[in-house]
């Protein structure tokens, strides 16, 4: 008897529990609480923040009293700073969430794709060891090609990296 699987308009939490890479259910509500607070966030402030803010923001800490957001730059963060108590004031106004907040921390985060180039990727991956001849035939797992392809679709921003792994796990 298997599990069926999830269409693919469902989560990225369900596509990962049924490839068997859940993560564990403490970390996995609060990954939810932070991505539903990240989406009301950027539709309560679409208004004020300028959108290359907006598209690097995310709540990676709340509680009833504290929003910590993190942003992509430090001019994104001193931004937020600036204004943290007029965002206060919309955050508090507009929604049930965020009624008790009474401050706004930021932490700036380089994601990974910002730091890492690919030609630097092409080497890491020209300087792992080459596989035994032993393993050149074997075939993946149905659940391996799915992992890869989640993370592929999912994860990874890099597009000389999507295809590769795509490749992979159709291989």
């Known amino acids: 008897m298997s599990k069926k699987q ?41 208004d004020c923040l300028p959108e290359e803010i907006l598209n690097t923001c995310w709540v990676v800490g709340l509680t009833s009293e504290q929003l910590i957001l993190s942003v992509g730059s430090m001019t994104a963060a001193n931004h937020i700073r600036y204004l943290q108590n007029a965002y206060l ?45 032993a393993n050149e035939n074997q075939a993946l797992s149905q659940n391996t090609k799915r992992t890869i392809s989640q993370a592929a679709e999912h994860v990874t921003t890099d597009e000389n990296l999507k295809k590769a792994l795509l490749r992979l796990a159709n291989h």
């Open 6 to 46: 999830p269409n693919r308009l469902a989560q990225l939490i369900d596509h990962q529990a049924f490839a068997g890479s859940a993560l564990p259910q403490p970390l996995a509500n609060n990954m939810r609480l932070y991505i539903e607070a990240t989406n009301e966030v950027k539709e309560l402030l679409v």
């Open 89 to 133: 004031q919309v955050l508090t106004e507009q929604s049930i969430t965020f009624k008790q907040l009474k401050q706004i921390r930021v932490v700036v985060a380089k994601t990974f794709a910002d730091n890492y180039s690919s030609r630097q990727s092409s080497a890491l991956l020209a300087a792992l060891p080459k596989p035994s001849k």
